[in-house]
């Protein structure tokens, strides 16, 4: 990674996946010892950043997760914000601001919610700061555009699988009409089982 400036003038670093921290050409995937350990680790933080389990109730132990992430990611988005040179990134910041400063004050204001209920609802928000702690966590692993193409491939094959493997083994009453009830199995008139 090169020399650059962070958020505000500050000394930190410009985001280049071709390059280490001295400037040199990085060897090619394929080339670099550990690069499955990366791939790997990429596979099970993707489907995080990506809130594949954000609203799917149904998988208790990854939906909890999935809303802890933002915060467990803290420290990656503090090091994004503050070491790493991303475009935008103002812009990212008044946004987050916004969503998590303002907006619970204006619904304490004008919906009556209390202090408590109104930061609750924050965490909805709270992915806007993946933009900090993706960009850090690549930049820390110093993953190459082949290590997030293998992952987001594998990724997709997988999800395709499962798809097929679901529609082909899940019985029929195991499909409901209650969102509250399931976000996996869902059936309705209009739609049908989905």
């Not at 990854?62 to 935008?88: D, I």
């Not at 103002?90 to 601001?97: E, G, M, S, T």
Request: charged share 15%; aromatic share 10%; with cysteine.
């Amino acid at each position: 990674m090169t020399a650059g400036s962070g958020l505000g003038g500050r000394p930190g670093r410009r985001l280049d996946p071709f390059s280490d921290h001295a400037g040199t050409r990085r060897r090619s995937a394929e080339q670099a010892p550990g690069r499955a350990g990366l791939t790997a680790a990429l596979l099970l933080a993707l489907p995080m950043f990506g809130q594949v389990f954000h609203y799917l109730i149904d998988i208790g132990p990854l939906y909890a997760l999935s809303k802890a992430w933002p915060m467990l990611c803290l420290p990656l988005t503090v090091y994004g914000l503050w070491r790493l040179h991303l475009p935008a990134a103002p812009l990212f910041v008044a946004l987050l601001a916004y969503v998590v400063g303002v907006t619970p004050l204006i619904s304490m204001i004008e919906l009556g919610n209390g202090l408590v209920d109104a930061i609750a609802t924050t965490v909805k928000v709270l992915p806007f700061s993946y933009y900090f702690a993706v960009a850090a966590l690549l930049a820390l692993a110093r993953a190459t555009p082949a290590d997030l193409r293998r992952a987001t491939l594998a990724l997709g094959w997988a999800t395709f699988a499962a798809m097929i493997v679901l529609w082909t083994v899940v019985p029929v009453d195991w499909y409901v009409n209650d969102p509250a009830a399931s976000r996996i199995f869902l059936v309705d008139e209009g739609r049908g089982y989905r």
